[in-house]
């Protein structure tokens, strides 16, 4: 199947700073990528439609202006965590779909970042 | 709008038993339904999914499920447990239309005991 890797697997970092998460699509281009927050023993939350080319699309209640996707290109979307607070610490995990198939095909997903804000 | 229910939080089997994960959808129109496999720290393995067709769908690592129209159900299921399918498992719909995100349910522990 097609593979998306996301880098880094984990970071720590201290309060105030900002920290960068990347996921590309190794083996496919996609215009559409979505990122997912998950806490612990809990499901994905769904917190954003990252589109390639254009402003992505946020999920109510997360804030546009802390967590800034970046889709420059069609196999890179990038989730920057600025200003982190330890409230911010949790997995998160990127997937997409490859376009060029047809649309009943699965999603597939990053291995997921694990982010510690101290 | 979509949601998924998983009504169990852990399900516990012995080795060698069947399995079953339960899983109910609600959606507008046609659903395509998910089951992914998640390992500690680690993202979403695919293990099956419903488009259309045969109700019964087999998937990876001896993994099946069946779709059940009527009762809004994609149980999952095993027929002998193994050690290492303990993880967690999520059921996942999105609607036939567009590139739209999968929803996903909260999850079921399972846990197969030697």
């Known amino acids: 199947g097609a593979v998306v890797s996301q880098h880094p697997s984990w970071v720590i970092c201290k309060s105030g700073t900002s920290v960068k998460i990347e996921c590309r699509s190794l083996?496919?281009?996609?215009?559409?990528m979505f990122w997912y927050r998950q806490f612990p023993k809990q499901s994905l939350m769904l917190m954003a439609t990252s589109n390639e080319g254009s402003k992505a699309t946020y999920e109510q209640g997360v804030e546009k202006d802390k967590f800034l996707i970046n889709h420059a290109s069609l196999t890179l979307s990038t989730l920057t965590v600025t200003s982190a607070h330890p409230e911010d610490s949790s997995f998160y995990i990127c997937?997409?779909?490859?376009?060029?198939?047809?649309?009943?095909?699965?999603?597939?997903f990053g291995q997921g970042t694990r982010l510690t804000v101290v | 709008a979509q949601s998924v229910a998983q009504p169990e939080d852990q399900v516990n089997v012995a080795e060698g038993n069947p399995l079953t994960v339960k899983c109910t959808y609600s959606?507008?129109?046609?659903?395509?339904l998910f089951w992914y496999v998640q390992y500690p720290n680690r993202g979403l393995q695919f293990l099956l999914k419903?488009?259309?067709?045969?109700?019964l769908v087999k998937g990876s690592y001896g993994f099946e499920a069946e779709f059940n129209k009527s009762q809004t159900s994609f149980h999952l299921k095993k027929p002998s447990a193994l050690v290492s399918d303990s993880a967690l498992y999520f059921c996942?719909?999105?609607?036939?239309?567009?590139?739209?995100?999968?929803?996903f349910g909260k999850g079921t522990r399972l846990s197969v005991i030697a």
């Open positions: 997937s997409a779909r490859d376009p060029g198939t047809q649309m009943n095909t699965e999603a597939f």
């Open positions: 959606v507008s129109g046609n659903p395509y």
């Open positions: 419903y488009i259309t067709g045969d109700n």
């Open positions: 083996d496919f281009q996609a215009t559409t």
């Open positions: 996942a719909v999105r609607v036939n239309r567009g590139n739209t995100p999968l929803v």
